[in-house]
C-alpha cells in the first residue's frame, strides 16, 4: 500500500461504558492516515450502542458521518460453536453511562437493515486483504464471523484486539465477557496485535486536556 494511502480499519466496539471506546472511535475520525470502513456494536443493548456511534460519527464533518453502524451480538457465544450458530438480538445490561449522549434515532440517517456481522462479511467479500479489523470490546461479532462464514478469514491482513492481562492472574474484562470468542480468535492463526487492558493506564488524559475537551464547542466535544 503507498505511504499515503489511508489504511482502511473496521471498529468493533462495545461503545457506551468506559470512556476507552467512543475516544477510540473519535480518534480514528481524526486520523487522516486512517479510513473507517464500518462500526459494529456488541455485547448487551447494541442497537443502543450503535446510536451512540451513529451519534458520534454524524458530528463529524466529511465522510465519516456516512460510515454505517450496525448492531452485532448481544449475547456471549454458546459453549458449543458450530457454523450454524448464530448469537443474535440485544441482551439486558445495566444503563450506559453514555446513552444520554446520543441522539434519538429519528434524527439520525437510517441505520442498516443487517446485522453488524453480515455488514462485516460483506465489507471483506468487496474489499479482500485491505482491512484491519479493531476490536476494543468482547470479540463476540469477530468470532461469529469466522465461525459463520471462515473462507473470509483469507480476507483479513490483521486483528487488533484491546483485550487480555500479561502480566498478571486476572480475566480482563472483554477475555471475560466472551472467553470463547477470544479463544476463537487466537486459535484462527491471524495475525493478532493484542493491546493489553493496562495501555489505558499508560495512555491517560491530563485535567488540562479534559478542561480543554469540556470547553470545546464542537458537536464532538
Known amino acids: ?27 480514528i475520525c481524526a486520523s487522516p492516515e486512517l479510513k473507517l470502513a464500518g462500526v459494529s ?8 450502542r450503535a446510536r451512540l456511534a451513529r451519534t458520534l460519527l454524524a458530528s463529524t464533518a466529511g465522510p465519516n458521518a456516512r460510515v454505517r ?6 449475547h456471549a457465544l454458546p459453549g458449543r460453536v458450530t457454523p450454524e450458530i448464530w448469537p443474535n438480538g440485544a441482551a439486558a445490561r445495566p444503563w450506559m453511562a453514555q446513552l444520554p449522549c446520543a441522539r434519538p434515532a429519528s434524527a439520525l440517517p437510517p441505520a442498516p437493515s443487517r446485522h453488524g456481522v453480515e455488514l462485516l462479511a460483506a465489507h471483506l467479500r468487496r474489499h479482500p486483504r485491505k482491512t484491519i479489523l479493531i476490536g476494543t470490546g468482547p470479540m463476540t461479532n469477530l468470532a461469529t464471523l469466522l465461525q459463520r462464514e471462515p473462507a473470509l478469514q483469507a480476507s483479513i491482513p490483521r486483528l487488533a484486539l484491546m483485550a487480555g492481562e500479561f502480566k498478571r492472574p486476572m480475566a480482563e474484562w472483554n477475555v471475560r465477557c466472551d472467553p470463547l470468542a477470544l479463544a476463537c480468535l487466537a486459535e484462527s492463526g491471524l495475525p493478532i496485535d493484542f493491546l493489553p487492558w493496562d495501555i489505558g493506564m499508560q495512555c491517560t488524559v491530563s485535567p488540562a486536556q479534559l478542561a480543554r475537551l469540556f470547553a470545546s464547542r464542537s458537536p464532538t466535544g
Open 69 to 74: 453502524v450496525a448492531a452485532g451480538c448481544g
Open 1 to 27: 500500500m503507498p505511504k499515503d494511502t489511508p489504511q482502511h480499519v473496521w471498529l468493533d466496539t462495545d461503545i457506551g461504558d468506559d470512556t476507552d471506546d467512543i475516544l477510540a472511535l473519535s480518534l
Open 41 to 48: 456494536t456488541v455485547l448487551g443493548e447494541t442497537e443502543n
